[in-house]
């Protein structure tokens, strides 16, 4: 499996403010995503980052909202650009099982990041 | 639509009971299936993942089930303990779908009274 880090863990946000939120992947991996669970309801994919090329982002999610960033195969930044009260979310950094963990399909997830913006 | 239902959407069961949680999807064209545990507030910890071509896949007192032609899998939890008090989720990969972009149920709530 992998061990997948995220900051912050929690954060209580002015409304128009930006955060932006940190993943980091103990091992190398091509893919990983960005997933955001609202309260009370289940979990949508917001975008795939892909090292070397620009975030797919999916229906209803778009860049200049949610700017993703991934420099290298180990780290991935979400941000979420002025925020309103409906964007008070966990969001969540995941990652594809590589080869080296077996290429499964497998999806692990971080710990998440509890956005409460006011 | 892909959609995928989880029933019931919350169980209260005494310690010690074997319970079986449901979920359904509505295509039955999937490349794997995986089962997740997520404790209020926090993150998902990968619990099993059954492949298409795979019925069972089973991890400690946890045995997942798949049976695609009927769009179901089950997740049965032997000799529950407080400790499995949690949600749990379900979630489909379909084939033709991007590896990593899953399809969530909205879970099953589990409480796990001593």
């Known amino acids: 499996s992998a061990v997948i880090s995220q900051k912050p863990s929690r954060d209580i946000c002015q409304r128009g403010t930006s955060l932006t939120i940190q993943c980091q992947v103990d091992s190398q991996v091509t893919m990983m995503f960005w997933y955001r669970q609202q309260p009370g309801q289940s979990l949508t994919l917001i975008a795939t980052?892909?090292?070397?090329?620009?975030?797919?982002?999916e229906s209803g999610f778009v860049i200049d909202k949610f700017p993703i960033s991934r420099p290298n195969l180990t780290f991935s930044t979400l941000t979420v650009s002025n925020m309103s009260p409906e964007d008070s979310s966990i969001y969540l950094c995941?990652?594809?099982?590589?080869?080296?963990?077996?290429?499964?399909?497998?999806?692990?997830f971080g710990e998440g990041s509890r956005l409460t913006v006011l | 639509k892909q959609e995928v239902t989880q029933i019931p959407a919350a169980l209260s069961v005494p310690e010690g009971e074997n319970l079986v949680l449901n979920c359904s999807f509505t295509d039955s064209a999937i490349y794997n299936l995986q089962w997740f545990r997520q404790d209020p507030g926090k993150g998902l910890t990968s619990l099993l993942l059954i492949q298409s071509s795979q019925r069972e896949q089973t991890s400690g007192r946890l045995n997942a089930s798949l049976d695609k032609s009927s769009g179901r899998s089950t997740l049965y939890i032997a000799a529950s303990q407080p400790g499995d008090s949690a949600t749990y989720l379900c979630a489909v990969t379909y084939r033709g779908s991007t590896l990593g972009r899953l399809y969530f149920g909205r879970g099953t709530q589990l409480t796990v009274w001593p």
């Open positions: 995941s990652v594809l099982a590589s080869a080296k963990m077996g290429n499964t399909g497998e999806l692990f």
């Open positions: 980052a892909n090292q070397g090329s620009e975030a797919t982002y």
